[in-house]
């Protein structure tokens, strides 16, 4: 766990990682950043852009290289895109350089939240369902491997969540502070 007070937000699409930072800025009095918000400004083009032109492997080496430089700013909340985790280098980066919540949400619930967005490129399919399935099992571990904290946010308001992180935070930085010592580090290099 980061030395700098930094919380990451990690979690598939659709569990309001976007909405409770901006709580959590306020709550906390910090910046808030969305990684692919920032993507969108550097670059000048929005993602379902970026994912036709370049592809997701093009998307996916952008978003790390922005995970990295992220990640390296003091005392910012992040929220981070789904994908986020799947590059090993942003697990380890998002891991060590601050504190990571994993905002979690059924598959019923981010189907809810998501089924109509034109914005998330990996659900303009057929079946949504079956997609975000699909992205469950494969990323449900590294979300797992990457947090400090996890959080379930299905059928609770953003405000009621936010709450609940920024307590568990002041109780997870106090812990740290009075035992000097953080969780035994976990192998980023698998994929």
Do not use: C
């Amino acid at each position: 766990m980061g030395e700098t007070n930094n919380v990451f937000l990690i979690g598939p699409m659709g569990v309001g990682k976007s909405t409770i930072g901006r709580l959590l800025a306020a709550q906390l009095n910090m910046p808030f950043h969305d990684s692919d918000r920032e993507i969108e400004f550097a670059t000048g083009a929005d993602i379902p852009w970026i994912f036709d032109v370049e592809g997701e492997p093009g998307f996916r080496v952008r978003e790390a290289r922005m995970i990295d430089t992220l990640t390296q700013r003091k005392g910012i909340i992040l929220a981070t895109g789904g994908g986020a985790i799947l590059d090993p280098m942003s697990r380890r980066h998002l891991h060590e350089r601050g504190t990571v919540v994993y905002l979690r949400a059924s598959v019923a619930q981010q189907l809810e939240r998501t089924g109509k967005d034109k914005n998330r490129p990996l659900l303009q399919t057929a079946d949504p369902l079956a997609k975000i399935k699909e992205l469950f099992k494969i990323r449900e571990p590294l979300y797992r491997e990457t947090a400090h904290l996890i959080i379930d946010t299905s059928r609770r308001s953003p405000r009621s969540v936010s709450t609940d992180i920024t307590r568990q935070l002041r109780s997870l930085w106090s812990q740290t502070e009075v035992t000097g010592q953080a969780a035994a580090e976990p192998d980023f290099t698998k994929e």
